[in-house]
């Protein structure tokens, strides 16, 4: 047969093609057997007949959902046959909150549809594992679970004994984002004093722009109540890619009367449905916020009322030192965290109340009638207001002098700038990309600029961050120790940019003088600000680490300058890298040991944080894989050897400051002295203690697949329970000050590092991009279609709904100018790296941009190498700020982002 020529192999398969279709039974191969009397005895065994209707039996049906990296939250039907899953389905089964506002069903997505396969994949972890080769050369040795959390546990004592508490990184990354799964290792990394970074800013998540105004960025809308909005639009945002389970209401809005508008350098998915597309320059959208602002100024389209009451515009300045006039000012040992307005009706300067220094916790005005605009004399001190301020700076923003910038004309912004203003409630949606840019910052604080002037909070609208903060203090409680521990907390995006020395890369890249024409600082200045910000202690950095506890993060797929990042940070763990994962990753492949997590629909478990009020139910409908375990049992477990191996050793503990990190008695307070053992206690817990679960069980809640939250759920405000959460309501109706320094939405900033740059005020700021390298064409990765970040991206499914391999996005004008097809292989690179990737006609892209989605893993690249080899990043100074009212370090609301888009690249033919 090998020896066989073509033509006689062709000949030969043709006859015996033509043999069998002449058979009796030829039907089998292109055609059903017709059948008169299906009820008659003589009905043929048909055995795939027995098979397909199997299919849609099952011996139970559990509930979960799928939260690794995705806010969507949607609970799923879990199908199980033979203690296998079979299927998932939506549940589809949310209660309607309201009969005028479209119920939240079904939610759900591709990604989350085809979780069945992928748990039993190939990349699936099953067994405890230990390196025996060199790190990342694949080998590895199965071991029992008692014997190798032993050995770990014995080598986390041993980096206790040699350099004290601090120098263990507990991190957990952003795949543990439901309660449990969640709780497990933070609850250890608070004992054990381990470092984590901040979730949000170490992948770039985190909107700076909308705590620095607001005070609290993850106080935002249900997405229900994009409903009744009459005025949206999406900037770094396209819902119908990577917010599936809530679009439908943004179209459901349109269809109701609103008015949809999609700000996007690329014609997406999202843009097509819009009312208007403003297909705006990349990173170009601050200067267009600014040119809003700019016409709502000059038009007097601004609403005085809610200005003088909501935020700090009447705020008085002082001309001379440019500081907001403190009551320190005026008044010996006076608190500098009271200040000033100027009363028109009795005319003279007033105490704000609800300041942070103020013992009046209101913002009402009381027969006060601030002025915003004018010059007066307070003491001898000439001051003026915030808003004179503002207007100055927004005077430079015309819509004819950033329509080069933005690529909008001028016409069109005058146009929706008033459109926008006459709303009644109007909405402004910030995806998660708004915080990669390094004038991200400026993004979010111009548009919550525009908001303010035109009277849109609470009810009438605001900026939507894509996040609620829910109020879960039991969850909290059980991840910190009853608040009594805490891990050692650090900024995302700083500490991986310090701990992976990606100063020097980004010194190498840049272009020392264009980028500090670009953006307003360079490399130099930069670092002598992260200095400034550590040494004065507004950011913590806790300096290299000995060991590394990595719990689903795959940080050596994320992170910028990849394959030197990973080198650095194999270098500093040299002591000990553990991974905790479901799959072998891109990170699990580099570590000394690897512990298998059980998957979503292998635990206990409960889920909220998302665009709506129900808490979802994990209800374990299978066993885990293999040996594989959930979280919280792992962390039992190690805890359990640790404590062990203490007592054996005879190491007690450590003092850490003020505190004390008790090896010896770790297992005990990690499971509550044997009271909480499993997810499954864990998860009990949670429900029998969280009063914004009402007195359901866990029994009623795992029956139904949610939990609806009662009114105790709202951080802010009470959750209403017949009308959509809308942000900020506490305080336009009920004049609850903001977490600010003024207790009002601020608009100014004294602080040291933003009057270094020039920032005292919202203004607008260019990103690095193309103009400050050698390198043409600027690069974005929005979030991908068809994976959670990193996660199913190397599933079958799909990858067969997309090109299969890594593949960037190119306009055909530009690919003709570099002589490029469709589909072909093409060289991207910079001086930081290359990556090699298919090439994708994509008519809307502009000219001068590579667009590639994230996510792939580096193992899916040619030669391995990946995007992030090419990926050049900064940190934005003003996001190091501290010591200021509401600005210094805060767990997921202020630290610095790791920045994405701030590279180019250029493209040729491979």
Known sequence: MLRMKRRDFLKNSTLVGAGVLAADKAWSLNRLEPIE???????????????????????????????????????????????????????????????????????????GSIHSAAMYEGDRLRYPLKRVGARGEGKWQRMEWDEITEEIADKIIDIFEKHGPGKMMTHTGSGNLSMVRFA??????????????????????????????????????????????????????????????????????????????????DYNPSSIHADLWMPIKQGADPHLAMSFVHVIIEDKLYKPDFMKEQTDLPVLVRLDTGKMLREADLVDGGSDQNFYHWDTISGGP??????MGSEEKTLVLDGVDPALEGTFTVEGIEVTTVFEKVKQEAAKYAPEATAEETGIAAQTVRDEARRFAEAKKAILMLGFNVGRYSNGIYTGWAQSLMLALTGHGGKTGGLDTSWIDWKHIPWLQLALFGFEKFPRLEPGGLGEFQRGHMIEHAREYFDADKLKERVGFNVDEMEEMINESIGEGWMPYHGDMKGLISIADNKFRRNKFADRYRERILEEVEELFVDINVRMDSTAQWADYLLPAASHYEAWDLRSVGFHRFINVFSRPVDPIGEAKPDWDIMVLLTQKIQERALARGVSGYQDGDVSRDLHTIFDDFTMNGTIMTDYDATNWLVENSPEMGDV?????????????????????????????????????????????????????????????????????????SAASNYPLSFYSPHTRWGIHSNWRSNKFMLRLQRGEPNIYISPILAAQKGITDGSRVRIFNSAGEFFAQA?????????????????????????????????????????????????????????????????VDVEPA
């Open 697 to 769: 069980t866990l029994e009623e809640a795992a029956e139904k697949g949610f939990i609806v939250m009662n009114a105790e759920g709202g951080n802010n405000q009470p959750i209403p329970p017949d009308e959509p959460y809308n942000p900020f309501v506490a305080q336009t109706r009920d004049k609850k000050p903001y977490e600010t320094l003024t207790g009002r939405v601020t608009f100014y900033c004294d602080h040291p590092t933003f009057e270094r740059m020039g920032a005292v005020v919202p203004t607008a700021r260019h990103h690095a991009g």
């Open 840 to 904: 994708k006609f994509y008519p809307s892209m502009p000219e001068g941009s590579i667009m590639m989605e994230h996510g792939w893993e580096p193992h899916q690249y040619e030669q391995m190498k990946p995007m992030n080899n090419t990926m050049a990043t900064l940190i934005q100074p003003l996001e190091l700020a501290g010591g200021w009212g509401h600005l210094g370090f805060k767990l997921f609301k202020w630290n610095a982002n790791q920045l994405a888009h701030e590279s180019s």
């Open 350 to 355: 007033v105490m704000l109340k609800g300041s």
């Open 37 to 111: 009397d299906t009820l008659s005895e003589e009905y043929p065994y048909r055995d795939w007949e027995d098979l397909y209707r199997r299919e849609f039996t099952w011996d139970k049906i559990g509930k979960a959902a799928h939260c690794i990296n995705c806010v969507g939250n949607c609970a799923f039907d879990v199908y199980v046959k033979d203690g296998i899953v079979l299927r998932e389905e939506q549940l589809a089964k949310y209660p309607q909150i309201n009969p005028n506002v479209p119920d939240a069903n079904p939610r759900g997505c591709q990604k």
């Open 184 to 265: 497990a290792p933070y609850r250890f990394a608070s004992l054990v004093g381990g470092v984590q970074l901040d979730i949000f800013t170490d992948v770039g998540d985190l909107n700076t722009g909308a705590h620095l105004a607001y005070g609290n960025p993850l106080e935002s809308f249900t997405s229900d109540a994009w409903f009744d909005a009459d005025y949206i639009m999406m900037s770094l945002f396209n819902p119908n890619a990577t917010r599936i389970p809530d679009a439908h209401y943004l179209w459901e809005a349109k269809y109701n009367g609103a008015r949809v508008v999609s700000v996007a350098p």
